[in-house]
Nanobody
Framework: QVQLVESGGGLVQAGGSLRLSCAASGRTFSRYTMGWFRQAPGKEREFVAAISRGGTATYYADSVKGRVTISRDNAKNTVYLEMNNLRPEDTAVYYC????????????????WGQGTQVTVSS
């Protein structure tokens, strides 16, 4: 059982940067694989990035690779998504998610979800 709360979204111009944060409750945060997903209007939720339980392995969608960095601080029960060189097509609600076990990139494999934070990138 874990509760997730995202923050850090907002309105930025194309080429700008944002850092999203996800604060998790509980004492077992380090046992969860963490991921970021996003959903744009009229589209399905899609994978963005994931990080292993110990933070030693990361995975990225091809659409964001090289522009985003996922990290975690298990002592603070927090996972981050740093986004650079943002594009209008990055506009979406960004969700933090957690799953038990090893790292995954499939939406349905994640059990716990935050409420989402809006990211809007203007041209």
């Amino acid at each position: 059982q874990v509760q997730l709360v995202e923050s850090g979204g907002g309105l930025v111009q194309a080429g700008g940067s944002l850092r999203l944060s996800c604060a998790a409750s509980g004492r077992t945060f380090s046992r969860y694989t963490m991921g970021w997903f996003r959903q744009a209007p009229g589209k399905e939720r899609e994978f963005v990035a994931a990080i292993s339980r110990g933070g030693t392995a990361t995975y990225y969608a091809d659409s964001v690779k090289g522009r985003v960095t996922i990290s975690r601080d298990n002592a603070k029960n927090t996972v981050y998504l740093e986004m650079n060189n943002l594009r209008p097509e990055d506009t979406a609600v960004y969700y933090c998610a957690a799953k038990e076990g090893s790292t995954g990139v499939v939406v349905n494999s994640y059990e716990y979800w935050g409420q989402g934070t809006q990211v809007t990138v203007s041209s």
